[in-house]
């Protein structure tokens, strides 16, 4: 199975900003977590970070005609903002998850509003960066 990982703005800086909020592990610590999950399930696992809405948008187009058979999305902002890219997740047709690494449930009034998440198929928040494995094995039961 061939999953495509999006992270969007500042995600990269994992282990820099609010170490509070999202921890001391840092984004290659994130990414050898999805080598490793990739490696144990057999499946091909491309991870895809941008701080560009546009960027972020032509992926999600770009995998309609890869082979892509499941997305997973942390949309960092532009979640509580960016229609265009609830539109391009809607757009297509494969299983979707949007993942948030803290519990947006929990924080200021504006994080509490996913624009994007009603474009996917199921919504994983504050279960740290083990959310994004989890998100793998729902994406492997679809």
Do not use: W
Not at 13 to 33: A, H, Q, S, T
Not at 94 to 104: L, Q
Not at 119 to 141: F, N, P, R, S
Request: with cysteine; aromatic share 10%; charged share 25%.
């Amino acid at each position: 199975m061939n999953i495509l990982i999006i992270n969007g703005p500042n995600l990269n800086f994992l282990g820099i900003r609010e170490k509070e909020v999202y921890g001391n592990r840092d984004y290659d610590y994130l990414l050898n977590m999805i080598a490793e999950k990739g490696k144990s399930c057999g499946c091909r696992i491309e991870v895809f970070q941008s701080n560009h809405e546009g960027a972020i948008i032509d992926r999600i187009q770009d995998a309609y005609f890869d082979g892509t058979e499941g997305i997973i999305i942390n949309p960092g902002a532009y979640t509580h903002y960016s229609y265009a890219i609830h539109d391009a997740l809607a757009s297509v047709t494969m299983p979707k998850v949007e993942v948030h690494i803290s519990d947006i449930t929990k924080r200021e009034e504006f994080r509490k509003i996913s624009v994007t998440a009603p474009a996917c198929d199921k919504q994983i928040y504050g279960h740290g960066l083990e959310g994004y494995l989890e998100a793998v094995d729902y994406i492997l039961t679809m």
